[in-house]
């Protein structure tokens, strides 16, 4: 005899109300578990295990870009888990590890050009100015339908609200 369910129906995490209980499917271990149907801010359905739900403060579709659905302080783990948890397409997951990681290493960088220090500060301009190059070149169009710019804002929107000096993209 299986454990209860937790009735997670109508319940709000993340940026995703869960709307109902759907048939537990088997993962890729063979393990049961119990799956649920849920509706981000955005509009968008997405299916979500009990694990999923109850292990992520920051959850949504991952697919419509609103500043809702994208949580602040999400860092590359937490995109990299995504594509792992919620799989595409091996190209699709590809790209968006590409463009995840590329948004992880402007936010670094943006730190470091706050920096007192001389030569982490110019070093983080310098990779500033590559990766605004890459955020706005048609190999970031072929990979992502996110706009550029609304990411880079978004990015330094986050930087500027967890530091004491203020940050310009």
Aim: glycine share 6%; hydrophobic share 30%.
């Amino acid at each position: 005899m299986g454990r209860k369910r937790l009735d997670l129906t109508g319940k709000k995490i993340g940026s995703v109300k869960v709307e109902k209980s759907l048939d537990s499917r088997k993962d890729d271990k063979g393990k049961c578990v119990a799956m649920w149907l849920c509706r981000c801010s955005c509009g968008n359905t997405v299916e979500f295990t009990s694990h999923q739900l109850s292990h992520n403060k920051h959850i949504s579709c991952g697919r419509c870009g609103d500043a809702e659905c994208i949580q602040p302080g999400e860092d590359r783990f937490d995109g990299i888990q995504y594509i792992h948890n919620n799989p595409v397409s091996p190209y699709e997951d590809l790209a968006t590890a590409i463009v995840v990681l590329a948004a992880d290493d402007y936010r670094q960088a943006l730190r470091g050009a706050t920096s007192t220090d001389d030569f982490t500060r110019e070093t983080s301009e310098k990779e500033l100015k590559k990766l605004k190059k890459f955020f706005s070149s048609e190999w970031f169009k072929t990979l992502s339908s996110f706009p550029a710019n609304k990411l880079l804002n978004m990015v330094s929107d986050e930087v500027a609200a967890t530091s004491m000096e203020p940050v310009g993209a």
